[in-house]
């Protein structure tokens, strides 16, 4: 059933353009009503919900979800307005799990009340935000120095005999971001896991308010260092879609193989770091990182930086590659896929390594599919969705890449299909870097008003990128990193192992702390 | 006088070793991993400017917070005088009796827990409860192992025991040996038992308990588990040739036993740095088995040595 079918089922009306599927707006008690049914009648996904100020047009505030029609290429969007005085409306969550982090994050950015939300604590803000602080108001000014507050921000407490409480973070012994867990034990297993995040906020969504489309991008690519070329590639999309922009087939193919590239170089990462880091089998560790480097390197030489930024440009990419260029790509990216390889058959055959990974930090389908998981972790959990397939961007529509799934959901699963996805990888680099070289490189971005939506499959996940353009400059730009759906996923995850089991979970997420803190 | 020099030479180049064995694991396994590493005299300078450091002690610790890195270095010096690491028939070698040496060992945990309880912090507390875990393990395979060597040789002390075992004439020690060597990596917290490099806070045990102490506190803390490590590779390496070690002070013999030091220490420390390059840790809960084996393996020793006496 495609989109506009799916919309006459619910009796809605709606405009179709390109892919995507605008329904009317529609009053707010429908909203949720109507969120429900596409869900669990035609069994969508919820991909995205945000809000956006709309009270300088008089609508008040906008509420609005975006579906997923993986079948036929497609995404719906529905919205509703909600009135300035009583910016309410019934909550999703209690019946759509996905959508719970997105509605608290509305209720802390906007003032949105989502009435009914089984978690009604503070997400983004912290104590030291007053109350009534809603910073993606228009009318809050980015600069706005806060008074210091004391608000209550409690976390969840379990009481019991031998029942232990471990605090972790969010100062942590390893250089990596902020974040805090708190972990209820009994004895060494865990019976409750609940993260505590949002501890260096960027306030990257107001910063990207009334800047033009070029100067928001050093912005996107510092959204999650790792990432730096999906997000690019997913905003330059959601542009291109709003603007209409042809984008010449040369560079589509060099930005799948930029992205294809990353996913290389972070599948390397994380290979190394959950067999090597997590489980102490430090000869992994020692010889991934060493080969991740060679990527690093290989970034260095072709792009001018070590994290693939800066090549993803609306409009096309930023320089046309040489012939060298993509021999040396195509050579080293064949080189550090095939010791990989052997690095994973090592680990394969190690029964320690093994049954460290084997049934620890369990992710049941149901969960994921509950909790709108994304990317690898779902694909490993038997959740068959792969934006590359599902919404075809770049050049994927034509090179078809082969989607892995693997069914058992646990780390050793997330592990073993880093290396099968590398592989996959190394045949589109190879075919992008072998085939014609020629033909023009980008096209003019003439910007309209509107909006636009991009979405990547980054080596983390569906990476979405949703543009509103009003004046020649952005009113309104929403990036949601997967990390942002995949987070809530630890409090599934973690119960039920030991707690030196959770270093090994956390590692084979791989979730970003700076691409949920926007 | 002869027995107090030998203690005298064994208690200095224990001591004095210490340091380089933990260096020397460091830098193989940083080799084996393709790794220039440190030098393995780091450890020397790294103890030298923990003891000019200033210590930040936790305000809710009482005075045990305190003894803590005195009792725990003291048991090891303890060890030293009293086992044959060096030399055999030093001064204190008749308190070595093998129950004080289970005994002492059990002390310096002890104390080491409680240090890890003092600063009631999570961390602490977690790591105390792993290792009380673990000891209560170990404790049983130590006594059935040196049960095993006690009835080999008909002597108590470990210091005649090890004069006596000769592993090619009673097979019975080979069992003992192989848990011997589980223990020790146990009780040095070393693989496959616990990662002593790790900076994961969540899987760390002895690395947890310690964790509060810092300045000249956690360097004696550090020494300490230094000398263990030395101890149990000189142990290890000595139960299979007792005949490297001197039982005279004549200058040769001496020298002879002091050149073996070395060389016993290269070698225990590469083969040790080899083990955890080549596995990974074992999950916590599998350190039951891991154990149990020991102790099983340290019961059939013993059982052979019966047997092999009443026939």
């Not at chain 1, 099968?420 to 980008?442: D, F, H, Q, R, Y």
């Not at chain 2, 803590?68 to 308190?95: E, N, Q």
């Not at chain 2, 149990?232 to 036993?257: D, H, K, M, R, Y």
Request: hydrophobic share 45%.
């Amino acid at each position: 059933m495609n989109a506009q079918q799916i919309l006459q089922n619910v009796q809605l009306s709606g405009e179709s353009r390109g892919n995507l599927a605008v329904a009317q707006t529609i009053d707010k008690q429908e909203f949720t009503r109507l969120c429900e049914r596409l869900v669990a009648e035609f069994q969508l996904p919820l991909s995205l919900f945000y809000a956006t100020d709309k009270r300088s047009e008089g609508h008040g505030f906008g509420i609005h979800a975006l579906f997923s029609v993986d079948a036929t290429h497609e995404w719906i969007l529905i919205s509703a307005h909600l009135p300035e005085s009583d910016p309410r409306y019934e909550s999703l969550t209690k019946s759509v799990m996905a959508a719970h982090w997105y509605e608290r994050y509305a209720m802390d950015m906007f003032g949105i009340i989502a009435e009914g939300h089984p978690d009604f604590r503070r997400l983004v803000h912290h104590e030291n935000v007053p109350l009534h602080t809603h910073p993606l108001r228009k009318d809050f000014a980015w600069n706005t120095k806060m008074e210091h507050a004391n608000e209550p921000y409690p976390m969840h407490h379990i009481k019991g005999e031998g029942i232990y409480e471990i605090p972790v973070g969010p100062i942590h012994a390893g250089i990596i971001e902020p974040g805090h867990f708190r972990f209820n034990v009994a004895g060494e297993r865990i019976i409750t896991l609940e993260g505590k995040l949002f501890f260096t906020h960027k306030g990257v969504e107001k910063l990207l308010e009334g800047k033009t489309i070029t100067e928001a991008m050093p912005f996107i690519e510092g959204v999650s260092g790792d990432m730096a070329a999906s997000h690019a590639l997913a905003y330059v999309q959601a542009v291109e879609d709003l603007a209409k922009t042809n984008v010449p087939q040369r560079a589509k193919e060099l930005r799948t193989l930029i992205a294809e590239l990353e996913r290389i170089t972070m599948h390397t990462h994380d290979i190394a770091n959950m067999a090597g880091m997590g489980t102490g089998f430090t000869v992994m560790a020692a010889h991934g990182f060493r080969i991740k480097e060679k990527m690093m390197r290989l970034s260095e030489r072709v792009f001018g930086n070590r994290f693939w930024k800066g090549f993803v440009v609306p409009g096309g990419v930023g320089k046309a590659l040489s012939k060298d260029q993509l021999s040396d790509i195509a050579k080293t990216t064949k080189e550090v896929v095939d010791e990989m390889q052997d690095l994973y058959n090592l680990g394969r055959h190690s029964d320690g390594l093994r049954e460290r990974l084997e049934t620890t930090g369990l992710l049941t389908k149901e969960v994921a599919v509950a909790y709108g998981a994304l990317g690898l972790p779902a694909r490993a959990s038997g959740i068959d969705r792969d934006v590359r397939r599902d919404h075809p961007y770049a050049a994927y529509a034509e090179l078809k890449p082969e989607i892995q799934v693997l069914s058992k959901g646990d780390v050793y699963a997330r592990w073993k299909l880093r290396a099968l996805e590398m592989v996959e990888s190394l045949k589109l680099v190879e075919t992008v870097c072998g085939a014609k070289n020629e033909g023009p490189i980008s096209a003019e971005v003439n910007i309209k008003e509107g909006m636009g939506i991009g979405a990547v499959e980054s080596w983390r996940g569906e990476s979405l990128c949703v543009v509103y353009v009003k004046d020649g400059v952005i009113d309104r730009c929403v990036v949601r990193d997967p990390s942002f759906c995949n987070w809530a996923l630890f409090g599934e995850i973690g119960p039920g192992n030991i707690v030196p089991d959770f270093p090994l979970c956390n590692k084979s997420l791989n979730l970003s702390y700076s691409g949920t803190d926007l | 006088m002869n027995a107090f020099l030998l203690t005298g030479i064994q208690i200095v180049a224990v001591l004095g070793i210490s340091p380089f064995t933990v260096g020397l694991v460091r830098m193989f396994k940083a080799r084996l991993q393709g790794r220039h590493g440190a030098s393995p005299f780091l450890p020397y300078i790294t103890i030298a400017t923990l003891l000019k450091k200033q210590m930040v002690i936790s305000k809710s610790t009482s005075w045990v917070f305190k003894i803590v890195p005195f009792v725990v270095l003291g048991s090891t010096i303890f060890l030293v005088c009293v086992l044959p690491l060096v030399v055999f028939g030093g001064m204190f070698a008749s308190l070595g009796h093998f129950i004080i040496i289970a005994g002492v060992l059990a002390l310096g945990a002890v104390f080491l827990v409680m240090g890890g309880l003092e600063s009631a912090s999570a961390f602490g507390g977690m790591g105390a409860s792993r290792e009380m875990t673990l000891a209560s393990l170990v404790e049983p395979a130590v006594i059935t192992t040196f049960a095993t060597f006690a009835v080999v040789t008909g002597a108590f002390t470990i210091d005649a025991m090890f004069q006596g075992a000769h592993i090619l004439t009673s097979p019975a020690l080979v069992p003992a040996v192989a848990a011997l060597i589980m223990i020790a990596l146990a009780e040095n917290a070393r693989y496959p038992v616990d990662n002593p490099a790790t900076h994961l806070e969540l899987t760390m045990v002895h690395e947890a308990m310690v964790l509060e102490y810092s300045g000249p506190y956690l360097a004696l803390l550090e020494y300490a588990s230094a000398i263990k490590l030395t101890i149990f590779s000189l142990l290890v390496a000595n139960v299979l040739f007792p005949l490297t070690l001197a039982s005279n002070l004549s200058a040769a013999a001496i020298a002879i036993a002091l050149g073996f030091v070395v060389v016993k220490i290269v070698i225990v420390s590469f083969s040790l740095a080899l083990l955890e390059s080549v596995i990974a840790k074992m999950r916590f809960y599998r350190m039951h088995e891991f154990l149990t084996i020991a102790f099983f393996i340290a019961l059939s020793g013993l059982v052979f040595a019966l047997m092999s006496i009443s026939l």
